[in-house]
């Protein structure tokens, strides 16, 4: 989502490159990526998204500068600050702040209404990747409502990222995409991609009784983990559920 936000920001004559920017981002993802969310009573609650870069990514994404209109901002904080301003657009969030950290790290957090509320207003209507209750929350993602979440995130339904993900490589083994991945990329392609991890740390409004497949972390949170090149193939679902009282 993060350069996404960037691209709707240029002129068209600039969103092919930028597009293939976010074919980077994404590919790679040699990066620490954990999603925050704070659940409270009636499913509003708040969003911290902690990202550690890998200096690598950074390379990749300064090598297309020559192409990018100039700015006073470096590339990253240029992308993260479209993407907050993209989300200043959605009436089911607010209270939207950013901060480069130095080193790479970056944080980018909001408070939001509801999720299903959020979903639907990021475009991702009747959604089945949220199921919720006013004491448990699941997630499941795999091909078949992979569709959902393009609505959501409108770059992954781009060509030039589809080529990539889940849908056009469905079976592929993880050792034949990275063999894709070093031919296109070269041998640091490879290795960027393995690194990348995303979590997604809950806090959910009691005192949880039940959690599958995600680690219980304290009374009231949880945690799922999750490396990117799972989520590129989506051989197998992405899925998780806590319970709380």
């Avoid at 207003?121 to 997630?139: C, H, I, M, R, Y």
């Avoid at 499941?140 to 990222?161: C, G, M, Q, R, T």
């Avoid at 592929?172 to 979590?199: H, N, Q, R, V, W």
Wanted: charged residues 20%; contains cysteine; hydrophobic residues 40%.
């Amino acid at each position: 989502m993060i350069v996404y936000a960037t691209i709707i920001a240029y002129p068209q004559s600039m969103r092919k490159v930028l597009l293939l920017l976010a074919t980077m981002v994404v590919l790679l993802s040699g990066c620490q990526v954990t999603e925050h969310l704070d659940i409270e009573t009636g499913n509003s609650g708040k969003s911290y998204t902690d990202i550690h870069v890998e200096q690598f990514f950074i390379d990749v994404l300064e090598d297309f500068g020559e192409f990018l209109p100039a700015s006073d901002e470096s590339m990253m904080d240029n992308a993260i600050s479209g993407y907050a301003s993209q989300l200043d657009g959605v009436n089911a969030i607010s209270d939207i702040e950013w901060e480069n950290l130095g080193d790479n790290h970056y944080t980018v957090s909001f408070s939001f209404s509801g999720i299903d509320t959020l979903l639907s207003q990021l475009g991702a209507e009747n959604q089945t990747l949220f199921a919720l209750t006013d004491n448990s929350l699941s997630f499941h993602l795999d091909i078949s409502n992979y569709e959902e979440l393009k609505s959501a995130v409108p770059f992954l339904a781009d060509p030039n990222f589809e080529v990539y993900g889940p849908e056009y490589n469905q079976g592929m083994s993880e050792t034949d995409y990275l063999d894709m991945i070093y031919f296109l990329l070269g041998e640091d392609g490879p290795e960027a991609i393995t690194k990348g991890l995303i979590e997604i740390a809950i806090s959910v409004p009691g005192t949880i009784t039940e959690a599958s497949n995600c680690d219980i972390t304290g009374e009231n949170t949880v945690s799922f983990n999750f490396p990117i090149i799972d989520f590129l193939l989506l051989n197998e679902p992405l899925e998780f559920s806590v319970s709380w009282e």
